[in-house]
């Protein structure tokens, strides 16, 4: 347990917890013959699993974390490679699913913020490019889900980050285009995905022959609610207008609300894909943080933090499992991971070095 091997007793310093988080990111899933992450721990052949292309677009968006804490080029060169890698393996930049290109797309985003490549903001607006044919051209709107004949799905899981992603292309270059591709993906999401009493979004829906909607409002993940937090706090950041405020906010009360076990920390929604769920929903919390300093943000972004390390005591691997307040067990895949990496990282931000 850090707190032990810090002897630093009741106190935590954030700082210290997110670079030990990232320690046993590369202890436990870095492949140093590919410069890559692997799937699963402990280590299995790579060429004998999935490429899971969304998974390392997130595993280089932890490591631009470390970067952006730190200055220190390792990060910013393993999160290209595992970029590079992706592409390699994949045979191109592009996915069948439009949900995985745009969380590429951000990564490789927030690599061209901090580091200059030219590389990588070339990635960044080709995906782009490619992402706004997803988009249906009918009464109703949004993105697609999949790259298919059968596109009947629009999900939240393709709407909420492509509003991210094209907020953020129009404020690094001030294409208006942009910005009312980011306006009318959230307008999108907004009327057809978001419960209005308590921001909670649903997974999806999909159009029947006879154009009804069917919508399954029994699928509430933190991931959505994540994503359409970050989107909304996007907009804001560039219009100033407080529906966009007011929006976040109340999908941030309705997740800590409802989206959490009984121990109050958030819910478990198993390995595999859902175990980044909660982490994408942590990281576009504690954006939302950074701008209306809710206290009770932080709070609740803390005491996850503290159940996570708690439980992560015991563990001769140091794993962070899908339960934040029970002990992981091995075999686990790096989603999990790279979710308790998200979230420390978050409380870094926060409190920076101070002792809380």
């Not at 933190?222 to 219009?239: D, Q």
């Not at 207008?241 to 478990?268: C, H, P, Q, R």
């Not at 942590?282 to 950074?290: G, P």
């Amino acid at each position: 347990m850090l707190t032990e091997e810090k002897n630093i007793a009741n106190t935590y310093n954030y700082n210290e917890y997110a670079e030990w988080a990232q320690n046993l990111l590369i202890k436990n899933y870095w492949n140093e013959k590919t410069k890559s992450v692997i799937n699963n721990f402990p280590f299995s052949d790579e060429k004998e699993i999935g490429l899971n292309y969304w998974w390392r677009a997130h595993a280089a968006d932890a490591l631009i974390d470390g970067y952006e804490r730190t200055k220190n080029p390792i990060y910013a060169d393993r999160a290209e490679t595992i970029i590079d890698h992706v592409f390699d393996r994949n045979g191109s930049l592009y996915n069948e699913f439009y949900d995985d290109e745009e969380w590429m797309a951000l990564a490789c985003l927030r690599l061209y913020d901090l580091t200059g490549s030219e590389k990588m903001k070339e990635y960044a607006l080709n995906l782009w490019n490619d992402i706004k044919t997803a988009w249906w051209e009918d009464e109703i709107g949004g993105l697609a889900w999949k790259k298919d004949e059968h596109r009947i799905s629009r999900n939240a899981c393709a709407n909420g980050p492509g509003a991210i992603l094209a907020a953020r292309v129009y404020q690094r270059f001030q294409k208006e285009e942009d910005l009312a591709w980011a306006k009318k993906i959230f307008a999108f999401e907004q009327k057809y995905l978001v419960d209005p009493d308590n921001g909670l979004v649903y997974d999806g829906m999909s159009i029947k022959p006879d154009g009804t909607i069917s919508t399954n409002k029994s699928w509430l993940f933190t991931y959505n609610a994540g994503t359409y937090i970050g989107a909304a706090v996007e907009l804001y950041r560039i219009t100033n207008e407080d529906f966009y405020l007011k929006e976040a906010e109340k999908t941030a009360k309705g997740s800590m609300e409802n989206l959490i076990s009984t121990s109050g920390v958030l819910k478990s929604e198993g390995t595999g894909d859902g175990g980044l769920f909660k982490g994408i929903l942590v990281r576009y919390m504690e954006q939302l943080y950074a701008v209306n300093k809710d206290t009770k943000i932080s709070e609740f972004l803390l005491s996850n933090a503290r159940k996570l390390e708690q439980s992560t005591g015991s563990s001769q691997a140091g794993l962070f499992g899908p339960e934040w307040d029970k002990e992981a067990e091995a075999p686990l895949d790096v989603t999990c991971q790279l979710s308790g990496v998200f979230l420390f990282e978050a409380v870094a931000k926060i409190c920076g070095g101070e002792l809380v």
